[in-house]
Nanobody, 119 residues
Framework: QVQLVESGGGLVQAGGSLRLSCAAS????????MGWFRQAPGKEREFVTS????????TYTNSVKGRFTISRDNAKNTVYLQMNSLKPEDTAVYYC????????????WGQGTQVTVSS
C-alpha cells in the first residue's frame, strides 16, 4: 500500500516556475514507477510525465517536453516535478500517482494540488 501527498502548488505568472513534491509512505516506494497527471476544468485527466523506479527512464507528454522535469529521491520517498516556463494552459490540478513496475495502470493516487498560471 502506498499513500501519496502532493505539495507545492500555487499561483504563478506565465513564464514562471513551480516545483511540486509528492511524499510517499511505504517501504516499497523505490520499486514503484511514479507519475504526474493533471486535470484542467472541464477536461479529462491527462498524463504528464513518469519516472522509472531507478530514475533512469523518464517519459513526458509532448506539451511539457523541455519545460518540465521529473525526478525522484528514493532515500526520501519523494518524487518531484520541476515546472519552468509555465503557460496559462498548464493550469490544472496536478496528481501524483504510483504503480508497480509490472502494472500498466497507476494504482495509487494523491489528493492533488492546484496549479494556476496567470497570463
Amino acid at each position: 500500500q502506498v499513500q501519496l501527498v502532493e505539495s507545492g502548488g500555487g499561483l504563478v505568472q506565465a513564464g514562471g516556475s513551480l516545483r511540486l513534491s509528492c511524499a510517499a509512505s511505504g517501504r516499497t516506494f523505490s520499486s514503484y514507477v511514479m507519475g504526474w497527471f493533471r486535470q484542467a476544468p472541464g477536461k479529462e485527466r491527462e498524463f504528464v510525465t513518469s519516472i522509472s523506479w531507478s530514475g533512469t527512464t523518464t517519459t513526458y507528454t509532448n506539451s511539457v517536453k523541455g519545460r518540465f522535469t521529473i525526478s525522484r529521491d528514493n532515500a526520501k520517498n519523494t518524487v518531484y516535478l520541476q515546472m519552468n516556463s509555465l503557460k496559462p494552459e498548464d493550469t490544472a490540478v496536478y496528481y501524483c500517482a504510483a504503480r508497480a513496475a509490472a502494472n500498466v495502470q497507476f494504482d495509487y493516487w494523491g489528493q492533488g494540488t492546484q496549479v494556476t498560471v496567470s497570463s
